[in-house]
Structures are given as C-alpha cells and as structure tokens.
C-alpha cells in the first residue's frame, strides 16, 4: 500500500450504491481471456448531474481500487474480489462492504482467470447506454485521460471480511 492509498477517503456506501456496473469478457494482448468489470456513475434520468460531484464521486472509487489512468502500466491491487454463493463481491480500502457483481458468464471467466480487470470511468453514462455507447465513452474517456485501470484477483475477503 502506497502513502497515496493510506491517505485516500473511503468510498461511501452512497457512492457504491449508485455505480453502474457493466461486465464483458475480453482478452489480452497475448490471447489470454480476461473478465472486465466497468463502474461509472449513472446519468439522471430526470436532472442534470454536477460534473464535479460525479467526478468527485468516481476520483473516490479510483483511489480506493489503487487504479491509475489507461496507458500508464496497470497496477496489481491485489485480493480484491471473492465468490459468495452465486455472487462475486467487489470490496474497496478500509472499506466494510463490497459492491455485488451477479453476471453467470462473467462470473464463470473470474474463476477460470483469477482475475479481473478494473476499469473506472470519472464521467456519467447512462444505465441503459448500448455496447457502441460503451465502448465510444471508453475510447473517449481514455484519449480525455478519464478512465482508469487496475488488475485484481479473486481470493479471501480484505480485512477478514465474510
């Protein structure tokens, strides 16, 4: 753990329960299958959303994962996920809860790798954005220098946690 990741806020239980989560199955470089797991903060349906708050909101979630921006290399953060019944729970620093992941096929990629790649956006996107939505706010989030990447694997809870 870096002075950074000690000296960062922990991630609200409000925060993490309005993420979006969005899972694919990709694969690396190599030809290796690697899950991805994609949190943003959703886009209001009714009201506009404060740039800064979203961002602020999303900077929080980066800190806690130890993720750093796409193109730098992407850091190892260790344990941070782990299988409970037919779930996959996402657990953050100094954080006592988890955000829960439910996608079979996704799920089925983590236990084969071991792994996933994490990857958060800073900018709002919509719940019910299509596969092109996704992937042209991940290019642009990427060439903006707003989405940020991080490796975890699967094991035991952080902190004990059960």
């Given at each position: 753990?870096?002075?950074?990741?000690?000296?960062?806020?922990?991630?609200?239980l409000s925060t993490l329960a309005t993420v979006n989560v969005r899972t694919w199955l990709d694969h690396t470089d190599a030809g290796e299958l690697i899950p991805c797991l994609m949190l943003t903060y959703p886009a209001p349906q009714f009201d506009e959303a404060d740039?800064?708050?979203?961002?602020?909101?999303?900077?929080?979630?980066?800190?806690?994962?130890?993720?750093?921006?796409?193109?730098?290399?992407?850091?190892?953060?260790?344990?941070?996920?782990?299988?409970?019944?037919?779930?996959?729970?996402?657990?953050?620093?100094?954080?006592?809860?988890?955000?829960?992941?439910?996608?079979?096929?996704?799920?089925?990629?983590?236990?084969?790798?071991?792994?996933?790649?994490?990857?958060?956006?800073?900018?709002?996107?919509?719940?019910?954005?299509?596969?092109?939505?996704?992937?042209?706010?991940?290019?642009?989030?990427?060439?903006?220098?707003?989405?940020?990447?991080?490796?975890?694997?699967?094991?035991?809870?952080?902190?004990?946690?059960?």
């Amino acid at each position: 753990m870096t002075a950074e990741t000690t000296l960062a806020e922990v991630v609200t239980l409000s925060t993490l329960a309005t993420v979006n989560v969005r899972t694919w199955l990709d694969h690396t470089d190599a030809g290796e299958l690697i899950p991805c797991l994609m949190l943003t903060y959703p886009a209001p349906q009714f009201d506009e959303a404060d740039p800064a708050a979203v961002e602020a909101s999303m900077r929080q979630v980066v800190q806690s994962l130890g993720a750093v921006p796409a193109g730098e290399p992407v850091p190892d953060v260790g344990v941070r996920l782990t299988i409970q019944g037919g779930v996959a729970l996402l657990w953050f620093l100094e954080a006592g809860y988890a955000l829960k992941v439910q996608h079979p096929r996704w799920m089925r990629g983590l236990k084969e790798c071991g792994g996933a790649l994490l990857v958060v956006g800073l900018d709002e996107l919509s719940q019910v954005a299509s596969v092109a939505e996704v992937d042209e706010y991940r290019a642009n989030a990427r060439a903006g220098g707003r989405l940020y990447l991080a490796l975890a694997h699967l094991g035991r809870p952080l902190g004990g946690a059960s």
